[in-house]
């Protein structure tokens, strides 16, 4: 068995994994990525970036649909149709650019990478199955990144019909009937892809609106979108498996029985951590729940063994992944680095999209919120999307803002002013204060400011 | 808002100026109303200056160790209301505050500062501050930058006070946490290492009176020190019995003893307790013993004086004593407290060594000295026995003391403290 040595060893090469290797070697630390698949992990393979690809194909689509028909915009175009097999390439052609592009970049960093199946043996030694072979690496210090993968449910075992996340992004074909068990962010996301690409969707949720993790306020302007894209909607209902032909999901909601007839399901009901099956659970750490327990260095309970990512619970986002692994590299390297960060930036991609960052109205005693709606913004008009609106959370005892909320049409892009204010520590005047250009969807964040501070000039 | 000047008050006794010692704020601090703002030194006395207003230091009006008339312009406060700055008031302070003094007495060149970082004008309140830094478990608000900043200085944030809006914790408060000094400063490493540089301390206040008195009299005064030992111990035993039967009266130490002694043998030897104005050619002997109590402080020497120690029984010079010692620690002395003994008495307690060459205090002519006692083997002419034993040390001005007056005065104190009931039996 050939044998290998080195300071650090990273399992997985998702967003967490491939940015701690890339800091580490940039910090002179001899380390070692190993990952089963190709790097980049669920985020640039089957998650954040094909998703965005499939939604950015389903817009362009759905515009020039609509262009074809009677618009105040006064163009004529005729009606598209969708090779999804060539979109689908499209979408591949990105993924193999930004995966090939994390590789090089490890590779400038002086970071190893192996491909190969881990299989931990202790906290400072593992075995990779390689197409070369066996190897064992024994490491000073180990990083788990072993991301998450979409949760099963037992009624509804993936196979056949019953697809993931992972299939929905690689269909072949736009399917006639998609039902979506589970209205999370993941599958309205998708949903909403296909209803656009002429899919009739159905979405089934346990609970009893969608988007269960926001308040109703915010997703308001989703479930109506939803209706307009002509998805159907069925709350509180559960879904209990495939009728016994497997056309049709079958569910029970509160007006009883329900059988719909589906070509597809797409089960999105949740992401459960990759913790089995390759020795980890031997070591026996410390766990929260199904996740690794981490204190604020992203340590494990065992000394030299560190977890970053979706393998330590939510929220299950490749940004917090990839700073975590920046502080884990870094505290190897002996820097004081810590988890510290204020805001961790939640975008939810459907149409219109969600920004929240920091605190919810009510969840900070004594807090108070301030909206400001787009249909008041001049740039939103011009985009024919007035929907939606800016909030914010903030101490009414010291002005200190506690959290922002946006939803609205492109308005993933202003999560980065949101949480550069948070991180900050920036008061309403601070933000009521900065010029913010017109005409521009952003200054609706300073008017929200200014209206929270009493003194809003557009409403 | 208003600005108003906040001037040096008139201390009183007909002093016209003080020395500024010590600054209690700086610029940007948030004063309330009296709070003290800073100490000022008249001859004798410290004074410390409370603020008239709750408000904001906007500018010091003078360095530490400068002179300034009474009625000169400590410093400006921003407040809430009326200032009581005018444009003429302005002007009138920025004539006339410092230096009306004469030329000899010019300032030296202000001694170079430690390399302290300089703060921004308005430097906000430094961390250690009254205020506190947020409620318990808040966590600290800062930038990134800033939190990378204390991180790799090894500051903990949670225990810095924030300036900023909200609480925030800006740059500038962290340099006062580095300004704030060695608390952030890893621990000096065991073993030894080499040093370098110096330390410059400015001669300002009580440090600079008692430098000038001292070369006064070394300069001026020809000294003459006569060492004696004396046997203490009848003196002690009669210490202990008056003790045992004091009741709720002061504890006797030998201070009160030695007073009474020396009162008793001024009565013999009257040249001992006067002042020579050697300028004017005038030895003026004094008909009250004031004695000076040579006292150290956390500041330095400081001499309080016992007035009318000749009239006073030992348990009242012993509540006098007490009395006065607590004053001049605590800094609470008045001037008149501080001024007009006629001879002084100086002890170092356990401290206080088999012989001292005291330097008198000027214009007196004679300080008595009293060293450490100790139990010693004394040969009373058939064996050794063990006696409670303590030298004394006395200077005198040896233009106006001969050295036989001066040896008798020391005979007499001898006499006096060996045999104790000498010092209240009449002749």
Redesign the interface.
Known sequence: MKIETCKLLIIGAGPGGYVCGIRAGQLGIDTIVVEAEKPGGTCLNVGCIPSKALIHAADEFAKLHSLSGENALGISATAPTIDLAKTIAWKDGIVTRLTGGVASLLKKAKTRYVTGRVRIIDGKTVEVATCEGALRISCENMVIATGSKPQELPSLPFGGKVISSTEALDLREVPNRLTIVGGGYIGLEIGTAMAKLGAQVTVVEFADRILPQYDAELTKPIAARLKELGITLYLATRANGLSEDGNALLAEGPDGAVEIPSDKVLVTVGRAPVTQGFGLMDLGLTMNGPFLAIDDHCATSMRGVYAIGDVTGDPMLAHRAMAQGVIVAERIAGLPSVWDKRAIPAVCFTDPEIVTVGALPNEIEGSKTTVFPFAANGRSMTMERSDGFVRIVFDPKNELVLGFHAVGSAVSEMSGEFALALEMGATLTDIADTIHAHPTLTETVQETAQKALGRALHV | MGISIIKVPDVGEGVAEVELVEWHVKVGDLVKEDDVLAAVMTDKATVEIPSLFDGRVVELGADIGETLVVGATLLTIEHAGEGNATASDNEAAAASPVAQKEPEDKLPEPAPKAPEPKLPPAAPPVAGSARAPRAEGA?P????AV?ARA??A?IDLRRVAGS?????ITDGDLDAVFAAGPAAVAAPKPGRSRREGAEDIRVVGLRRKISESMSLANARIPHITVIEEIDVTALEDLRATMNAGKGDKPKLTMLPFVSAALCRAIDQHPEINAHFDDDAGIIRRHSPVHIGIATMTDKGLVVPVMRHAESLAPFELAAEILRLAEAARRGKATRDELTGSTITITSLGPLGAIATTPIINHPEVAILGINKMAVRPMWDGAQFVPRKMMNISASFDHRVIDGWDAAEFVQRIKTLLENPALIFMED
């Open positions: 966590a608000l800062a930038s990134p939190r991180r790799a090894g900023g809006p909200a609480g925030r």
